[in-house]
């Protein structure tokens, strides 16, 4: 049997007001919960038990996904009653793994979206005989991530986490967050502790000789910390750039979904998704957005690139750009919000209180 363990603890500070009642893998993404992409695509690798590392908001999960029979698979949760980080959460689900000791177990950061071959990065830790294989991505700009370089066997010689200056630029490939674990290495790390991966786990195994096999995968990648990273991910699951199997309809430039009401000459494109009970009003223009459940959008309102959380309103004419608003929020007509702006759950914005003049 392939397992595998999801973190999903997080509390997603960054994401906010987005997970203020909402963990971070619960916030829909492209018309469903994001976790259910990472759990559908790793069903389709062959994963069959899965074991979820909860935290924040820990009582919405097995509500919604059960015993996970309906996408396949054999889900257990366990939650940590004090936050554990990456390496302590993982050490606090051992005891919910069927794994032998030389088994192979699959961990995923909740937090990604990508196109990772999965297979591949299982068949890597097979045929290198690695204690953990981590998979790797290159990145432009690599000063916000860990670093790993690798020697030309793949094999991982370090680990330098967020350099700032060119000399500690070593490489461009960065930890990706989707790691093979030996069942056994799992039990090496302290319990009943905050431990990271990054930080403790990782360097430690490669201190004390460990073999850490990197598998360098450049396909789509997407760290989904910051709200607008989140918009372009579920964006860019409705037009078919970031692969799932869970997107639940066809993909193309909108994607609206039973219950939605659109007026016939709104416009949708760029990967819009509007949910089950939201409406949207006569020549209304969406364009890269997220329209959540029972949300409205009035009547010549324009929308790009912003994510509209359930139940809010957003008034006719209202221009919003790069925008989140929270749940239950209401934007009166005529207000006009720019990149950046944040609008938080519940809050009301009265008819034109935000007015950006021509000549800005």
């Not at 097995?62 to 004090?82: C, K």
């Not at 990604?112 to 991505?137: Q, Y």
């Amino acid at each position: 049997m392939t397992e595998a363990i999801l973190l999903v603890g997080g509390r997603g500070t960054r994401l906010r007001p987005l997970t203020v009642n909402t963990p971070k893998p619960m916030v829909p993404a492209a018309g469903v919960p994001f976790l259910t992409h990472q759990l559908a695509r790793a069903r389709a690798a062959g994963v069959e038990h899965v074991v979820l590392a909860t935290s924040y908001l820990a009582e919405v999960f097995e509500p919604y996904f059960g015993d996970g029979s309906a996408l396949g698979l054999h889900l257990e949760y366990v939650t940590e009653r004090e936050p554990l980080g990456t390496g302590g959460a993982i050490r606090n689900v051992a005891g919910h793994l069927r794994s032998g000791p030389d088994d192979p177990v699959l961990i995923f950061n909740g937090d990604i979206l990508t196109g990772l071959d999965i297979p591949a990065l299982l068949a890597t830790h097979r045929d290198s005989g690695a204690d953990v294989s981590l998979h790797l991505s290159r990145v432009e700009d690599p000063r916000a991530f860990g670093l790993v370089p690798t020697d030309p066997d793949g094999r991982v010689l370090a680990f330098l986490e967020k350099p700032q200056t060119p000399e500690e630029i070593v490489t461009d490939q960065i930890n990706a967050g989707a790691y093979v674990f030996r069942r056994s290495v799992i039990d090496t790390i302290p319990a009943g502790r905050p431990v990271s991966v990054e930080r403790e786990t990782f360097p430690d195994l490669l201190a004390a000789g460990a073999h850490l096999q990197g598998m360098v995968d450049s396909t789509y990648w997407l760290d989904l910390g910051t709200p607008q990273a989140f918009v372009r991910g579920s964006a860019d699951l409705v037009l078919g750039r970031a692969p799932s199997p869970a997107v639940p309809g066809r993909l193309g430039e909108s994607l609206v979904l039973p219950g939605a009401s659109v007026a016939p000459d709104a416009k949708l494109s760029g990967g819009t998704v509007v949910c089950a009970g939201a409406v949207v009003g006569a020549g209304a223009h969406l364009h890269g957005s997220a329209v959540l459940a029972d949300a409205r959008i009035g009547p010549g309102a324009q929308v790009t690139d912003s994510y509209v959380g359930p139940g809010a309103r957003v008034g006719a004419r209202t221009v919003l750009s790069g925008t989140v608003v929270g749940d239950g929020a209401d934007i009166g007509p005529d207000n006009e919000l720019h990149p950046g702006a944040r609008v938080w759950c519940g809050a009301v914005l009265p008819a034109g209180a935000v007015r950006f003049s021509s000549d800005q």
